[in-house]
Nanobody, 127 residues
Framework: QVHLVESGGGLVQAGGSLRLSCAAS????????MGWFRQAPGKEREFVAS????????YYAGSVKGRFTISRDNAKNTLYLQMDSLKPEDTAVYYC????????????????????WGQGTQVTVSS
């Protein structure tokens, strides 16, 4: 199973930038789809971005397209999320997810995907 650890969250003013990292260990592979999700207080966890086919294909939620960039460094087994032009509505706990049977855009199902969630990292954007 893959073990995921996020880092890089923090407090930033609106219009600022942050880069999140997700370090993967265990049974990892560059062929696994990986993604970022977020959960704001009182809301359901939502898809943010994903990357698959060893980084050749990326997908974004409409709310972040053009502002966020997902990437991966396969040599370091690390997933990144570069977040620019941050808005207060981007405030949430950000989680990474990945697994050998996840296709990168379906709803995550850890048992079916053999997937794992990280513990999350808090991103707070002040106005």
């Amino acid at each position: 199973q893959v073990h995921l650890v996020e880092s890089g969250g923090g407090l930033v003013q609106a219009g600022g930038s942050l880069r999140l990292s997700c370090a993967a260990s265990g049974r990892t592979s560059s062929s696994y789809a990986m993604g970022w999700f977020r959960q704001a207080p009182g809301k359901e966890r939502e898809f943010v971005a994903s990357i698959r086919l060893s980084g050749t294909m990326t997908y974004y939620a409409g709310s972040v397209k053009g502002r966020f960039t997902i990437s991966r460094d396969n040599a370091k087994n690390t997933l990144y999320l570069q977040m620019d032009s941050l808005k207060p509505e981007d405030t949430a706990v950000y989680y990474c997810y990945g697994g050998p049977r996840w296709n990168g855009f379906a709803r995550p199902q850890p048992s079916a995907d053999f997937g794992s969630w990280g513990q999350g990292t808090q991103v707070t954007v002040s106005s």
